[in-house]
Protein backbone atom coordinates (compact mmCIF):
# COMPACT_ATOMS: atom_id res chain seq x y z
CA UNK A 1 0.00 0.00 0.00
CA UNK A 2 1.09 3.38 -0.97
CA UNK A 3 1.88 5.93 1.75
CA UNK A 4 -0.65 8.23 -0.02
CA UNK A 5 -3.23 4.96 0.01
CA UNK A 6 -2.21 4.15 3.82
CA UNK A 7 -2.82 8.15 4.77
CA UNK A 8 -6.35 8.36 3.10
CA UNK A 9 -7.36 5.07 4.98
CA UNK A 10 -6.73 6.61 8.32
CA UNK A 11 -9.53 9.50 7.10
CA UNK A 12 -11.97 6.37 5.92
CA UNK A 13 -13.47 4.77 8.90
CA UNK A 14 -16.43 5.46 9.21
CA UNK A 15 -19.38 3.23 7.84
CA UNK A 16 -23.40 4.02 8.06
CA UNK A 17 -24.76 1.65 6.43
CA UNK A 18 -24.22 -1.90 7.29
CA UNK A 19 -26.31 -4.83 6.59
CA UNK A 20 -26.06 -8.68 7.51
CA UNK A 21 -27.97 -11.98 7.93
CA UNK A 22 -31.72 -9.88 7.41
CA UNK A 23 -31.26 -7.00 8.79
CA UNK A 24 -30.19 -3.05 7.68
CA UNK A 25 -28.30 -1.62 10.45
CA UNK A 26 -28.31 2.13 9.85
CA UNK A 27 -26.03 4.79 12.02
CA UNK A 28 -28.52 6.98 13.06
CA UNK A 29 -27.63 10.46 12.26
CA UNK A 30 -30.03 12.73 13.78
CA UNK A 31 -28.39 10.85 17.36
CA UNK A 32 -25.00 12.61 16.11
CA UNK A 33 -22.72 13.67 17.20
CA UNK A 34 -22.75 12.79 20.71
CA UNK A 35 -24.77 9.29 20.38
CA UNK A 36 -23.66 6.76 18.22
CA UNK A 37 -26.80 4.55 18.11
CA UNK A 38 -28.11 2.27 15.48
CA UNK A 39 -31.56 1.37 13.75
CA UNK A 40 -31.82 -2.15 13.06
CA UNK A 41 -34.46 -2.47 10.06
CA UNK A 42 -35.86 -5.96 8.60
CA UNK A 43 -38.66 -4.81 6.21
CA UNK A 44 -38.67 -2.40 3.63
CA UNK A 45 -41.18 -0.22 5.81
CA UNK A 46 -38.56 0.08 7.83
CA UNK A 47 -35.91 1.39 5.56
CA UNK A 48 -38.94 3.74 4.06
CA UNK A 49 -39.18 5.27 7.32
CA UNK A 50 -35.48 5.15 8.59
CA UNK A 51 -34.65 7.51 5.09
CA UNK A 52 -37.65 9.82 5.57
CA UNK A 53 -36.83 10.57 9.10
CA UNK A 54 -33.46 11.17 8.29
CA UNK A 55 -31.66 8.15 10.21
CA UNK A 56 -30.16 7.88 6.85
CA UNK A 57 -29.69 11.10 4.34
CA UNK A 58 -27.37 11.56 1.25
CA UNK A 59 -28.22 10.73 -1.59
CA UNK A 60 -26.02 7.72 -2.47
CA UNK A 61 -26.34 6.48 1.14
CA UNK A 62 -30.30 6.64 0.79
CA UNK A 63 -30.03 4.49 -2.60
CA UNK A 64 -27.94 2.45 -0.68
CA UNK A 65 -30.27 1.82 1.96
CA UNK A 66 -32.94 1.51 -0.46
CA UNK A 67 -31.34 -1.47 -2.30
CA UNK A 68 -31.06 -3.26 1.22
CA UNK A 69 -34.58 -2.12 1.97
CA UNK A 70 -35.83 -4.74 -1.45
CA UNK A 71 -34.19 -7.37 -0.28
CA UNK A 72 -34.78 -7.43 3.10
CA UNK A 73 -38.32 -7.89 1.61
CA UNK A 74 -37.38 -10.07 -0.59
CA UNK A 75 -36.64 -12.15 2.20
CA UNK A 76 -39.14 -12.01 4.00
CA UNK A 77 -41.23 -13.38 0.95
CA UNK A 78 -39.18 -16.04 0.86
CA UNK A 79 -39.11 -17.25 4.13
CA UNK A 80 -43.14 -17.18 4.06
CA UNK A 81 -42.59 -19.60 1.04
CA UNK A 82 -44.03 -16.71 -1.19
CA UNK A 83 -42.64 -15.91 -4.95
CA UNK A 84 -39.71 -13.24 -5.17
CA UNK A 85 -41.69 -11.17 -8.13
CA UNK A 86 -41.73 -8.05 -9.55
CA UNK A 87 -45.89 -8.26 -8.59
CA UNK A 88 -44.84 -9.16 -5.31
CA UNK A 89 -42.49 -6.17 -4.18
CA UNK A 90 -44.31 -3.80 -6.80
CA UNK A 91 -45.78 -1.92 -3.97
CA UNK A 92 -42.26 -2.08 -2.04
CA UNK A 93 -40.26 -0.35 -5.10
CA UNK A 94 -43.29 2.46 -4.68
CA UNK A 95 -43.20 2.58 -0.72
CA UNK A 96 -39.31 3.07 -0.84
CA UNK A 97 -39.20 5.40 -3.92
CA UNK A 98 -41.74 7.93 -2.51
CA UNK A 99 -39.78 8.30 0.88
CA UNK A 100 -37.44 11.49 -0.77
CA UNK A 101 -38.73 12.91 -3.87
CA UNK A 102 -35.36 15.17 -4.79
CA UNK A 103 -32.13 12.76 -4.54
CA UNK A 104 -32.32 10.72 -7.81
CA UNK A 105 -30.36 8.19 -6.09
CA UNK A 106 -32.80 6.39 -4.70
CA UNK A 107 -35.10 5.58 -8.43
CA UNK A 108 -31.60 5.04 -9.89
CA UNK A 109 -30.91 1.93 -6.95
CA UNK A 110 -34.11 0.92 -7.22
CA UNK A 111 -34.41 0.90 -10.88
CA UNK A 112 -31.20 -1.51 -10.96
CA UNK A 113 -32.71 -3.59 -8.27
CA UNK A 114 -36.18 -3.79 -10.51
CA UNK A 115 -34.13 -4.90 -13.93
CA UNK A 116 -32.05 -7.36 -11.35
CA UNK A 117 -35.30 -8.92 -10.36
CA UNK A 118 -36.88 -9.00 -13.67
CA UNK A 119 -33.75 -11.14 -15.00
CA UNK A 120 -33.14 -13.51 -12.14
CA UNK A 121 -34.11 -16.91 -12.54
CA UNK A 122 -33.53 -19.25 -10.43
CA UNK A 123 -32.12 -17.66 -6.74
CA UNK A 124 -34.41 -13.93 -7.22
CA UNK A 125 -33.26 -12.78 -3.51
CA UNK A 126 -29.43 -13.80 -3.94
CA UNK A 127 -29.79 -12.12 -7.82
CA UNK A 128 -30.64 -9.08 -5.71
CA UNK A 129 -28.63 -9.61 -2.50
CA UNK A 130 -25.55 -9.23 -5.08
CA UNK A 131 -26.49 -6.07 -6.58
CA UNK A 132 -27.14 -4.27 -3.45
CA UNK A 133 -24.15 -5.55 -2.74
CA UNK A 134 -22.63 -3.64 -5.64
CA UNK A 135 -23.95 -0.62 -5.52
CA UNK A 136 -22.73 -0.56 -2.65
CA UNK A 137 -19.57 -1.71 -3.35
CA UNK A 138 -19.24 0.97 -6.55
CA UNK A 139 -20.27 3.74 -4.75
CA UNK A 140 -16.80 3.33 -2.18
CA UNK A 141 -14.69 2.68 -5.16
CA UNK A 142 -16.64 5.54 -6.94
CA UNK A 143 -15.64 7.98 -4.15
CA UNK A 144 -12.33 7.19 -4.08
CA UNK A 145 -11.95 7.71 -7.43
CA UNK A 146 -13.88 11.25 -7.37
CA UNK A 147 -11.12 12.01 -4.28
CA UNK A 148 -8.65 11.71 -6.65
CA UNK A 149 -9.99 13.27 -9.74
CA UNK A 150 -11.31 16.30 -7.48
CA UNK A 151 -7.98 17.08 -5.66
CA UNK A 152 -6.16 17.15 -9.12
CA UNK A 153 -7.77 21.03 -9.76
CA UNK A 154 -5.88 22.22 -6.30
CA UNK A 155 -3.30 24.47 -6.04
CA UNK A 156 -0.83 23.75 -2.73
CA UNK A 157 -1.91 24.98 0.44
CA UNK A 158 -5.42 26.32 -0.56
CA UNK A 159 -8.27 26.77 1.84
CA UNK A 160 -11.90 25.15 0.80
CA UNK A 161 -15.27 25.28 2.51
CA UNK A 162 -17.89 22.75 2.38
CA UNK A 163 -22.08 22.82 2.87
CA UNK A 164 -23.85 20.14 4.40
CA UNK A 165 -22.84 16.52 5.08
CA UNK A 166 -20.82 14.63 1.80
CA UNK A 167 -18.82 12.65 3.37
CA UNK A 168 -18.74 8.25 4.83
CA UNK A 169 -22.08 8.86 6.44
CA UNK A 170 -23.84 9.91 2.88
CA UNK A 171 -22.23 7.42 1.13
CA UNK A 172 -20.99 3.77 1.35
CA UNK A 173 -17.65 5.71 2.80
CA UNK A 174 -15.13 8.26 2.28
CA UNK A 175 -17.56 10.68 0.55
CA UNK A 176 -18.40 12.88 -2.27
CA UNK A 177 -17.36 16.74 -1.55
CA UNK A 178 -16.00 15.32 1.80
CA UNK A 179 -14.10 12.49 -0.19
CA UNK A 180 -12.28 15.43 -2.27
CA UNK A 181 -11.32 16.98 0.74
CA UNK A 182 -10.24 14.05 2.32
CA UNK A 183 -8.19 13.31 -0.91
CA UNK A 184 -6.97 16.94 -0.87
CA UNK A 185 -5.62 17.39 2.61
CA UNK A 186 -4.15 13.80 2.34
CA UNK A 187 -2.15 15.16 -0.58
CA UNK A 188 -0.81 17.91 1.10
CA UNK A 189 -3.03 20.43 -1.20
CA UNK A 190 -5.68 21.74 1.48
CA UNK A 191 -4.43 23.88 4.47
CA UNK A 192 -7.42 25.01 5.70
CA UNK A 193 -11.21 23.41 5.97
CA UNK A 194 -14.00 25.55 7.11
CA UNK A 195 -17.56 23.77 6.98
CA UNK A 196 -21.05 25.66 7.06
CA UNK A 197 -23.35 25.04 10.07
CA UNK A 198 -26.24 24.06 7.58
CA UNK A 199 -29.24 24.68 8.95
CA UNK A 200 -32.49 23.66 10.05
CA UNK A 201 -30.88 20.02 10.78
CA UNK A 202 -27.11 20.93 11.10
CA UNK A 203 -25.73 18.32 8.89
CA UNK A 204 -22.95 20.50 9.03
CA UNK A 205 -21.96 21.33 12.53
CA UNK A 206 -23.56 17.96 13.62
CA UNK A 207 -22.16 15.89 11.42
CA UNK A 208 -19.39 16.93 9.13
CA UNK A 209 -17.67 18.39 11.87
CA UNK A 210 -18.21 15.00 13.80
CA UNK A 211 -16.15 12.89 10.83
CA UNK A 212 -13.69 15.37 10.36
CA UNK A 213 -12.58 15.64 14.08
CA UNK A 214 -12.88 11.68 13.83
CA UNK A 215 -10.68 11.33 10.90
CA UNK A 216 -7.89 13.61 12.46
CA UNK A 217 -8.56 16.47 9.61
CA UNK A 218 -8.45 20.19 11.25
CA UNK A 219 -11.46 22.13 10.14
CA UNK A 220 -13.46 25.21 11.77
CA UNK A 221 -17.13 25.55 11.84
CA UNK A 222 -18.64 28.66 10.55
CA UNK A 223 -22.55 29.80 10.76
CA UNK A 224 -24.24 29.80 7.38
CA UNK A 225 -24.47 33.60 7.70
CA UNK A 226 -20.76 34.09 7.63
CA UNK A 227 -19.82 32.41 4.08
CA UNK A 228 -19.50 35.53 1.96
CA UNK A 229 -17.71 37.18 5.28
CA UNK A 230 -15.29 34.41 4.42
CA UNK A 231 -15.21 34.74 1.09
CA UNK A 232 -14.26 38.30 1.15
CA UNK A 233 -11.36 37.70 3.52
CA UNK A 234 -9.15 35.57 0.51
CA UNK A 235 -8.92 32.98 2.85
CA UNK A 236 -10.69 30.21 0.64
CA UNK A 237 -9.95 29.41 -2.76
CA UNK A 238 -12.95 26.69 -3.68
CA UNK A 239 -16.46 25.93 -2.48
CA UNK A 240 -16.69 22.52 -2.80
CA UNK A 241 -20.25 20.27 -2.46
CA UNK A 242 -22.24 17.57 -3.06
CA UNK A 243 -25.66 16.69 -5.49
CA UNK A 244 -28.95 15.80 -4.87
CA UNK A 245 -29.65 15.68 -8.34
CA UNK A 246 -27.50 17.22 -11.73
CA UNK A 247 -29.66 18.16 -14.76
CA UNK A 248 -28.63 17.48 -18.11
CA UNK A 249 -27.81 21.02 -18.63
CA UNK A 250 -25.22 20.91 -15.29
CA UNK A 251 -27.83 22.68 -13.38
CA UNK A 252 -27.46 21.00 -9.21
CA UNK A 253 -29.84 20.35 -7.10
CA UNK A 254 -28.41 20.58 -3.32
CA UNK A 255 -28.78 21.03 0.34
CA UNK A 256 -30.84 24.34 0.53
CA UNK A 257 -27.95 27.23 0.98
CA UNK A 258 -25.91 26.35 -1.55
CA UNK A 259 -27.33 28.15 -4.51
CA UNK A 260 -26.38 31.48 -2.45
CA UNK A 261 -22.91 29.91 -1.45
CA UNK A 262 -22.52 29.80 -5.50
CA UNK A 263 -23.47 33.47 -6.22
CA UNK A 264 -21.44 34.41 -3.40
CA UNK A 265 -18.13 32.38 -4.69
CA UNK A 266 -18.61 34.09 -7.95
CA UNK A 267 -18.71 37.62 -6.29
CA UNK A 268 -15.34 36.79 -4.72
CA UNK A 269 -13.27 35.20 -7.28
CA UNK A 270 -13.87 31.76 -5.58
CA UNK A 271 -13.68 28.38 -7.45
CA UNK A 272 -16.84 25.94 -7.18
CA UNK A 273 -16.89 22.33 -7.11
CA UNK A 274 -19.91 19.69 -6.96
CA UNK A 275 -18.86 16.22 -6.91
CA UNK A 276 -21.34 13.53 -6.87
CA UNK A 277 -21.28 9.89 -8.25
CA UNK A 278 -23.00 9.55 -12.02
CA UNK A 279 -25.76 8.07 -10.29
CA UNK A 280 -26.81 11.63 -9.06
CA UNK A 281 -26.74 12.89 -13.09
CA UNK A 282 -30.31 12.92 -14.62
CA UNK A 283 -29.91 13.22 -18.05
CA UNK A 284 -34.05 13.03 -18.70
CA UNK A 285 -33.96 15.92 -16.79
CA UNK A 286 -33.25 18.78 -18.92
CA UNK A 287 -33.00 21.73 -16.37
CA UNK A 288 -33.17 23.03 -12.93
CA UNK A 289 -36.73 24.35 -13.17
CA UNK A 290 -37.54 20.53 -13.58
CA UNK A 291 -36.45 19.44 -10.46
CA UNK A 292 -39.09 18.59 -7.59
CA UNK A 293 -38.08 20.69 -4.52
CA UNK A 294 -38.82 18.51 -1.37
CA UNK A 295 -40.59 21.07 1.46
CA UNK A 296 -40.39 19.49 5.02
CA UNK A 297 -42.21 19.99 8.32
CA UNK A 298 -42.11 23.82 8.79
CA UNK A 299 -41.86 22.52 12.53
CA UNK A 300 -38.00 21.85 11.83
CA UNK A 301 -37.35 25.38 11.61
CA UNK A 302 -39.20 26.57 14.67
CA UNK A 303 -36.89 24.04 17.01
CA UNK A 304 -33.52 22.72 17.89
CA UNK A 305 -33.33 18.99 18.65
CA UNK A 306 -37.10 19.32 19.79
CA UNK A 307 -36.96 22.44 21.97
CA UNK A 308 -38.60 25.30 20.29
CA UNK A 309 -37.01 28.00 19.87
CA UNK A 310 -39.52 30.49 18.22
CA UNK A 311 -42.68 32.12 19.61
CA UNK A 312 -45.84 29.96 19.45
CA UNK A 313 -48.07 30.98 16.84
CA UNK A 314 -44.84 31.77 14.23
CA UNK A 315 -44.97 29.84 10.61
CA UNK A 316 -42.21 29.06 8.52
CA UNK A 317 -41.20 27.82 4.83
CA UNK A 318 -38.66 24.83 4.95
CA UNK A 319 -37.57 23.50 1.22
CA UNK A 320 -34.80 21.59 2.21
CA UNK A 321 -32.85 21.56 -1.21
CA UNK A 322 -32.52 24.72 -3.97
CA UNK A 323 -31.12 24.46 -7.11
CA UNK A 324 -27.72 26.26 -8.15
CA UNK A 325 -27.82 27.04 -12.21
CA UNK A 326 -24.73 26.12 -14.32
CA UNK A 327 -23.40 29.22 -14.82
CA UNK A 328 -22.56 29.96 -11.52
CA UNK A 329 -20.61 26.07 -11.12
CA UNK A 330 -16.73 26.32 -12.63
CA UNK A 331 -16.44 22.03 -12.68
CA UNK A 332 -18.69 18.50 -11.61
CA UNK A 333 -16.61 16.12 -10.60
CA UNK A 334 -17.67 12.28 -11.19
CA UNK A 335 -16.51 9.26 -10.98
CA UNK A 336 -16.31 9.47 -15.50
CA UNK A 337 -14.07 12.17 -14.97
CA UNK A 338 -14.63 15.90 -14.51
CA UNK A 339 -16.78 18.27 -16.43
CA UNK A 340 -16.19 22.38 -17.46
CA UNK A 341 -18.18 24.48 -18.94
CA UNK A 342 -19.99 24.20 -21.44
CA UNK A 343 -21.78 21.10 -19.09
CA UNK A 344 -24.53 19.83 -21.23
CA UNK A 345 -21.69 18.80 -24.06
CA UNK A 346 -19.95 16.98 -21.36
CA UNK A 347 -22.29 15.39 -19.69
CA UNK A 348 -23.79 13.66 -23.28
CA UNK A 349 -20.40 12.37 -23.59
CA UNK A 350 -19.72 11.02 -20.42
CA UNK A 351 -23.17 9.19 -20.55
CA UNK A 352 -22.23 7.55 -23.25
CA UNK A 353 -19.40 6.09 -20.78
CA UNK A 354 -20.30 2.70 -19.09
CA UNK A 355 -19.85 2.78 -15.75
Avoid at 86 to 115: C, E, K, Q, Y
Avoid at 205 to 232: C, F, G, N, Q, Y
Avoid at 291 to 297: A, G, K, Q, S, T
Wanted: net charge negative.
Amino acid sequence: MSELAAHLDRHDTIRAVNYADGVLRLLDQRELPFTEAHIECRNAIEVAKAIKDLVVRGAPAIGIAAAWGVVLQAGLLEGAGEPVSIAALDSTFGTLNAARPTAVNLAWALARMRATLAAAKDDPLGALTAEARAIQDEDLAANRKMGEIGASFFADGIGVLTHCNTGSLATAGFGTALGVIRAGYAGGKIARVYAGETRPWLQGARLTMWELVRDRIPAKLIADSAASHLMKSGVVQWVIVGADRIAANGDTANKIGTYQLAISAKRHGVKFMVVAPWSTVDMATKHGDDIEIELRDPAELLSISGKRTVVDGADAWNPVFDVTPAELIDVIVTERGAIQKPFGPGLAKLAGVQG
